[in-house]
C-alpha cells in the first residue's frame, strides 16, 4: 500500500484503537423507554457539544432542542483546543481554527466534560444519547491508555470511540508538537 498513512508503527495504533471501539459496545448504557418511533423524523450522527475553545450548547439545552424530531444522537466534543497567543492575534480571542495561526492541541478533558453533563440527566434522556470518546492523539502510543481510563473512569456513559482524524486539512498542520510522522 503506498499511502502516507499506512506504516508499520501507526497500523498497530490504529489497531489497538479499533480493537477498543468493539470492546466500548460491551459498555454500552441500557436503553431506556422512549418515545414510539413514529414521533421522530431523524436521528444525528455527529454532533459536537463543545468547539476549539471547549464551549457549546449545555448539553440539556441540546436534549430540548431534539424534542421529538431527533430521536437519538451521537455527542462528542472537539478533542482540539485552540490556543490563543498573543502575538499572534493580540486581545483577539479565536474560537475556530481558521481564525488564528497559532497551534492546536489535544485537550483530554473533553471527554470528562461530556461524561459528567451525560451522567447529569435524567436515565430518559441518557438514551437518547450516544457518547463518543475523542480526546485522544491517535497518533500517540498512550492513546489506548486514554480510552481505557475513560471507561473506567465513566463506566456506562461511552457507546464508541470517535470522530478521531488522523489528517485533516488546515488542522493537522497546526496540531503542537508539528506533523506526525507515525
Known sequence: M??????PRLAPIVGSVLGLALSVLS???????APSEGEYKYNDSHFHLT?????????KDYVAMMGKVVKRSTLFGI????????TNTGDYAPTYYLQTDS????????????????????PEEQARLDPMI????????YAADHIKRVLQTFPGV???????SIHKE???????????NP
Open 51 to 59: 468547539n476549539y475553545v471547549q464551549e457549546g450548547t449545555n448539553i
Open 170 to 180: 488546515f488542522v493537522s498542520s497546526k496540531v503542537a508538537g508539528g506533523r506526525r
Open 27 to 33: 459498555f454500552s448504557p441500557a436503553e431506556a423507554q
Open 134 to 141: 475523542t480526546a485522544f492523539n491517535p497518533a500517540d502510543m
Open 158 to 164: 461511552f457507546t464508541g470511540i470517535g470522530e478521531f
Open 79 to 86: 478533542p482540539l483546543q485552540q490556543m490563543w497567543q498573543f
Open 103 to 122: 497551534p492546536l492541541y489535544y485537550y483530554s478533558f473533553s471527554d470528562a466534560f461530556i461524561a459528567m453533563g451525560y451522567k447529569a440527566l435524567p
Open 2 to 7: 503506498n499511502s502516507k498513512f499506512h506504516t
